[in-house]
């Protein structure tokens, strides 16, 4: 039955039902108690305030003004490259380890010979100018953004959409859902703004201390507010899930729909607690699908140990990221392993007992090392590792954005090798209005980069909900 589908023989023979039954019950009870008194302080909005971030005193005056902006490379450039990479001086990894210890030092060798040798650089310029790209100063800082129009088509909706990377991706990641959402020839279509996070890529790094998530997100505002959008939708997924939800913290009325594909609940309490006890047992009882069990438990396996293991990174960002970070500005190989190493391991963590990584699996050699390219050319290792340290500068559970609910409708894309899994009732604690919550069939961290069709489906659906559109 319903009851015991959940539970081990021998667990089940020892339980004394009624007795759970009524735990279970007060769990439940204790769990809204703890919801309402939440609700009851939550702040319905965040000030959006203002900032400066470039060098020196703030001018009096912004520039205003949007510039036309072209990816280049050089010659010089190139060969610079090339002579980083001849010199790496290499380490022999150990007996059948695949990347368990980090990026595998032999599969390394081969990517770097097809970096070295076949990576065509000024063909992926050429690409990634494929689509315009702009530059406005907002905050004292060049902020960097590409800008695709849908094709005019009679009778077609055509709605905008800012897209919001995070670490270690780039505007780049959404280069292959960009068509499906521009050039569709459906009744519904996007008009497409993806902007690099300050100190990421093209967008000018923060030149003082403190430069957090909400931050990006006003200056995302109000980029969005300088091309003239006053209602607008929003996606995002690691760093773009944090900017874009703060972004409906702080302008709920410009936000037609917020779009995630990742989600980290983490302050619930003793409801939160009750779950994690009751729900391997009884799911139903606190509104786990056998989905959700299945990726939350064993819980400290997959949610404690699994995440220590691939969080060190974060420790390091998060506390000295200019220390580590002069290594991987001045080696473009050691680069290449850092980053790539999480597009491995973020995608499916089984990846780590392979000596590839199966990295090319679900993606080129020239997609992913043009992602390693603009943090090379551009220098931004340092700036997007300190995004980190501003962020965890102080218990984010005692920043404005943990204390302000999310009243906008909101969408989630459940994608089973996420990071993190956050089951629906968890969601509801923080974002008020759920209209959609999907859990994908496939797919990890890089959602947009990995599956984009899955990603622009899932987008589609939850727009249509909110515009009250049926297919």
Not at 13 to 29: I, T, Y
Not at 124 to 130: G, P, R, S, T
Not at 388 to 402: C, G, L, S
């Amino acid at each position: 039955d319903a009851f015991s589908e959940n539970l081990p023989t021998k667990a089940l023979q020892e339980l004394d039902r009624p007795k759970l039954q009524l735990l279970a019950l007060s769990s439940v009870g204790i769990g809204l108690t703890y919801f309402l008194v939440w609700r009851r302080k939550a702040k319905k909005s965040i000030p959006l305030g203002d900032g400066w971030w470039g060098h020196g005193q703030q001018t009096l005056r912004d520039d205003n003004k949007i510039y036309p902006f072209k990816v280049e490379t050089s010659e010089d450039e190139i060969n610079d490259l090339h002579r980083r990479i001849d010199q790496m001086r290499y380490t022999e990894p150990l007996e059948d380890c695949g990347f368990q210890y980090g990026f595998n030092s032999n599969y390394l060798q081969k990517v770097v010979s097809y970096w070295r040798n076949q990576f065509d650089w000024k063909k992926q310029v050429a690409k990634l100018n494929e689509y315009p790209h702009f530059k406005t100063n907002i905050e004292g800082l060049d902020v960097h953004f590409v800008h695709v129009r849908a094709p005019h088509r009679p009778g077609q909706k055509v709605l905008p959409l800012m897209l919001v990377h995070g670490w270690p991706g780039s505007f780049f990641e959404f280069y292959k859902i960009l068509p499906l959402l521009t050039d569709t020839k459906d009744d519904l279509a996007f008009e497409v703004i993806c902007p690099s996070i300050p100190g990421y890529g093209f967008s000018e790094a923060p030149h003082k201390q403190g430069f957090c998530s909400l931050d990006a997100a006003r200056i995302f505002l109000k980029l969005m507010e300088r091309l003239g959008f006053n209602k607008f939708y929003l996606q995002g997924g690691d760093w773009g899930s944090l900017i874009t939800t703060n972004m409906a913290q702080m302008k709920p009325q410009c936000v037609s729909g917020l779009h995630l594909n990742m989600l980290a609940v983490t302050k619930g309490g003793v409801g939160m607690l009750l779950s994690l006890i009751i729900g391997p047992y009884l799911p139903f009882l606190v509104g786990f699908t056998r989905e959700d069990v299945r990726r939350l438990f064993p819980y400290f396996e997959k949610n404690v140990y699994d995440l220590l293991m691939e969080s060190g990174y974060m420790h390091i960002q998060g506390t000295k990221p200019d220390t580590a970070g002069c290594g991987l500005n001045d080696s473009p190989v050691g680069l290449a392993a850092y980053i790539l190493e999480k597009f491995s391991t973020w995608t499916d963590r089984k990846n780590r007992d392979l000596e590839d990584g199966d990295l090319e699996k679900k993606y080129s050699l020239d997609d992913l090392l043009t992602n390693v390219m603009i943090y090379w050319t551009t220098r931004s290792i340092i700036p997007s590792m300190r995004f980190y340290k501003e962020n965890f500068k102080t218990n984010p559970q005692n920043r404005v954005d943990a204390r302000t609910g999310i009243f906008v409708p909101m969408g989630h894309a459940a994608f089973p090798n996420e990071l993190m899994h956050c089951p629906l009732p968890w969601a509801r604690w923080r974002f008020k209005d759920i209209r959609s919550y999907s859990y994908m069939p496939r797919g990890g961290h890089f959602a947009a980069f990995e599956e984009p069709r899955l990603l622009a489906e899932d987008f589609v659906k939850f727009v249509r909900k909110v515009e009250g559109k049926k297919r």
